[in-house]
């Protein structure tokens, strides 16, 4: 039976996420990396909630629209109630200071759990994930923490049907489409972090699972695929307030080309941050972000289009709100990730 154009790309779209990235991307990683690695779950002395928005390829119809809440916390009573990573209530040091950094001590050994929420929508295609997690971190010496992490839960798949549109309105390909699927969601990450430095490898996605879209004469099958990410950066202080800190984020899918991000955050005096970024023949971004105060803080980036689509795309838009709950110490922005 005669399917319309838009249908048969809808098909090449599916079966091509087998062979693509599935999950979304973030030019402001380095503002949440829990996003990529559940090793950060309860990584800071405070319950640390975070609200995205990311706008893809903007101009272009159904282009992806990124949405996500995280949270996470540590627990455990040594940890809680001050260590090494206690603070006064002033709020310490500029965690972005050579001061910090010559004062500071590794976090006691403890636990951290957390929540991420994740709703990517591409066209007719929405992927939501849900995924709870749990990280320990342990002292490997008096400045050098370890944490080893996973995360679990379910990858929910709709397909809107409404927006598929045949020259037969009453094709049964319409009424044997899979278009609602749960399908279970495993993570794992490694993360070391120190005063001045970090790195850290984690993997999303690892149990690959087969997707489809059939009908009585038909069957599309594309499958996902892990998602393998490399992070590292450190700081270089260009006065006792002011510090550039270089980053790059290494993804790895398997079959398509890896690809990196390169950013560079410079931090003035734990107020204000601006940065640049550069991914491998994609993009390129422009990055700000203030620490209001001890309770809020913000991030935007716009994203400058440099592949094909740059003819129909009017750039990527992304903003992160950051609430920081729980906060005893007053600190007016994170003190172990930078």
């Known amino acids: 039976m005669k399917r319309t154009l838009s249908l048969i790309v809808i098909l090449i779209i599916g079966i091509q996420l087998g062979k693509a990235q599935q999950r979304p991307q973030y030019t402001q990683y380095i503002f949440n990396s829990y996003l990529l690695n559940p090793a950060l779950s309860g990584i800071e002395n405070y319950t640390d909630v975070k609200v995205g928005y990311r706008s893809q390829w903007t101009g272009l119809e159904g282009a992806p629209v990124?949405?996500?809440?995280?949270?996470?916390?540590?627990?455990?009573?040594?940890?809680?109630q001050g260590d090494?990573?206690?603070f006064p209530a002033s709020g310490g040091l500029n965690p972005s200071s050579r001061l910090y950094t010559q004062q500071y001590q590794a976090a006691e050994p403890h636990h951290?759990?957390?929540?991420?929420?994740?709703?990517?929508?591409?066209?007719p295609i929405t992927q939501t994930n849900i995924d709870a997690t749990y990280a320990y971190h342990l002292g490997l010496s008096s400045t050098l923490n370890l944490s080893v992490g996973v995360s679990a839960g379910f990858s929910h798949n709709v397909l809107n049907t409404s927006m598929i549109t045949t020259a037969d309105p009453s094709d049964p390909i319409l009424n044997n489409l899979d278009n609602n699927q749960w399908k279970p969601d495993l993570g794992i990450g490694v993360w070391a972090y120190s005063s001045n430095y970090f790195i850290g490898v984690s993997a999303q996605q690892i149990f690959p699972q087969n997707m489809y879209i059939t009908s009585n004469y038909n069957t599309y099958q594309n499958k996902t695929v892990p998602h393998y990410f490399l992070t590292g950066g450190f700081k270089v202080f260009l006065s006792d307030d002011v510090t550039l800190i270089p980053s790059i984020m290494v993804k790895y899918i398997k079959p398509v080309p890896t690809t990196y991000d390169i950013n560079m955050?410079?931090?003035?005096?734990?107020?204000?941050?601006?940065?640049?970024?550069?991914?491998?023949?994609?993009s390129y971004a422009a990055?700000?972000?203030?620490?209001?105060?001890?309770?809020?803080n913000v991030g935007y980036s716009y994203d400058f289009t440099t592949s094909?689509?740059?003819?129909?795309?009017?750039?990527?838009?992304?903003?992160?709100?950051?609430i920081l709950l729980n906060n005893r110490y007053k600190v007016s922005s994170a003190?172990?990730?930078f």
């Not at 951290?112 to 066209?123: A, E, I, M, R």
């Not at 990055?287 to 309770?295: D, E, I, P, Y």
């Open 265 to 282: 955050k410079l931090s003035f005096l734990d107020k204000l941050w601006i940065g640049g970024s550069y991914r491998h023949n994609d």
């Open 308 to 322: 094909a689509l740059n003819t129909v795309s009017n750039g990527t838009h992304e903003i992160v709100i950051g």
């Open 66 to 80: 990124t949405g996500y809440l995280s949270v996470n916390a540590p627990i455990g009573n040594r940890f809680i």
């Open 335 to 337: 003190q172990h990730t």
């Open 84 to 86: 090494a990573t206690a």
């Open 112 to 123: 951290g759990v957390g929540l991420t929420v994740v709703s990517d929508k591409t066209g």
């Open 287 to 296: 990055l700000a972000g203030f620490n209001l105060s001890s309770f809020v």
